[in-house]
């Protein structure tokens, strides 16, 4: 590679960061001023409600601090997933800004995987792999959250049923489970407990919390939570049979983990397999596995190769992840 093309990717890179910088500065002080406006109408706007209708929690939905891309972001759905995917994950970042983190990680990848490569082909590998990371490791937040949550979760049940079982009303022991039982639990009841507090129906307060934590134990919680306020029924004996539904759940799960430990090791080894072999050759025999780099024919068939282990990888994982 020329060092004609280092120094354009590395001007491009630099002029691109130049120009968001000084768009931020400048677009800084309209932000504040539309953010004002927002708000002022936002409270004239609760100001002139009739008493009987709900009242609706404000809550900051920006996806990006510069106005303009906020904007055109607000028209694509997927971006609002997003938001929801960092929200979930626990990561205090915007969608648009994981974007620009997305594009910069693409971009930097890409430079380095065609200065050692070579070839255009893995300039645009590099690309796709550093755009996808920041978003693979939001995931791997998001479902390591859940998955605590998820061990918590029945905990924060029994402590929710000794509270209702003590005399307490259910809103306050929404309080005592936010101050009791660790996170993440903690923080996702204390947004439950803060949003009926602030005038939410309990109803939509919990439907709130089933979008927040889409798992299937949150909605077998507010489901019987729901049904107990609208038919009655002893709630602290409803939530014991909960917990232990729960309980249950976790050692089928387990033992399903225990039945298919063989496929995942066999995915271990078939996806490390192959970038094992092509370093131990580099290291043994580089004149034998350097055309795979350098002829045209290698470059085909890695990318093959890496598709055909990407295919892999989906089916192998959807055979052995087992819904219980």
């Given at each position: ?5 280092l120094i354009s990717a590395l001007v491009f890179v630099l002029v691109s960061a ?278 045209p024919l290698g470059h085909t068939l890695v990318v093959a190769g890496i598709a ?17």
């Amino acid at each position: 590679m020329s060092p004609a093309f280092l120094i354009s990717a590395l001007v491009f890179v630099l002029v691109s960061a130049g120009i968001f910088v000084a768009f931020r500065i400048f677009d800084k002080r309209s932000e504040r001023a539309r953010l004002l406006r927002d708000r002022l109408a936002a409270v004239q706007k609760a100001a002139e409600r009739v008493p009987s209708e709900e009242l609706a929690l404000l809550r900051d939905e920006m996806l990006s601090e510069i106005p303009a891309l906020d904007s055109l972001l607000r028209r694509s759905e997927r971006v609002g997933n997003l938001q929801t995917l960092l929200s979930q994950a626990d990561l205090d970042i915007r969608a648009g800004n994981m974007l620009l983190l997305c594009g910069g990680s693409g971009i930097v990848f890409a430079v380095i995987a065609f200065s050692v490569g070579g070839a255009i082909i893995f300039g645009w590998l590099g690309l796709l792999l550093g755009a996808f990371l920041p978003y693979s490791y939001a995931s791997y937040r998001r479902s390591k959250r859940f998955q605590k949550f998820e061990e918590l979760f029945p905990e924060a049940i029994d402590t929710l049923a000794r509270a209702v079982r003590a005399g307490h009303a259910f809103t306050t022991a929404l309080e005592l489970i936010a101050n009791e039982v660790a996170e993440p639990i903690a923080s996702e009841f204390r947004k439950l407990f803060e949003e009926q507090k602030f005038g939410l129906p309990v109803r939509d307060a919990l439907i709130n919390l089933t979008q927040r934590v889409p798992l299937v134990d949150v909605k077998f919680f507010v489901t019987a939570v729901m049904l107990q306020r609208e038919t009655g029924g002893n709630l602290a004996e409803i939530l014991d049979n909960l917990s232990y539904v729960i309980r249950e759940r976790f050692k089928i799960m387990r033992q399903v983990r225990v039945h298919t430990a063989q496929g995942r090791l066999t995915m271990v080894l078939l996806m490390s397999l192959p970038p094992v072999i092509v370093m131990v050759m580099l290291v043994m025999s580089p004149n034998f596995i350097r055309p795979l780099f350098t002829d045209p024919l290698g470059h085909t068939l890695v990318v093959a190769g890496i598709a055909l282990q990407t295919v892999g990888y989906f089916w192998i994982r959807k055979v052995i992840r087992i819904q219980v």
